[in-house]
């Protein structure tokens, strides 16, 4: 494997990582308010009411965050290249200004 595709791939890998880190940390937030302010609901309505929309924001974030893996995936030579060759000019830019 070329030093270019292993760079592209540890970022890729990176991104992957830190997009299900938040996916799991939005579903525990979730979950963690649900559960800490069950007993703060007027009626047992507000309660259903209430995880229903909680239970929406998880589904279309997870989604968006899927889909945006999707792409990641599939253009991820393009964008990934793209990046590590501007990351590379930055810093041989700064190597010849110190």
């Known amino acids: 494997m070329s ?3 292993s760079r592209i791939s ?9 997009a299900w ?3 799991i940390g939005l579903w525990l937030a979730i979950a963690f308010v649900a ?21 929406i ?5 997870t989604a968006a965050i899927m ?7 599939s253009d991820r030579d393009f964008m ?3 990046d590590i060759k501007f990351l590379d000019e930055a810093h041989a830019q700064n190597s ?3």
């Open 57 to 61: 924001i998880l589904i279309f974030n």
């Open 67 to 73: 889909a945006m893996l999707r792409h990641y995936r």
């Open 21 to 23: 880190a938040f996916v």
């Open 96 to 98: 010849q200004t110190n």
């Open 35 to 55: 559960w800490a302010t069950w007993s703060l609901a007027p009626s047992e309505t507000a309660r259903i009411v209430l995880l229903i929309g909680g239970a």
């Open 80 to 82: 990934y290249g793209l």
């Open 10 to 18: 540890a970022m890729h890998r990176q991104d992957t990582i830190i």
């Open 3 to 5: 030093n270019m595709q």
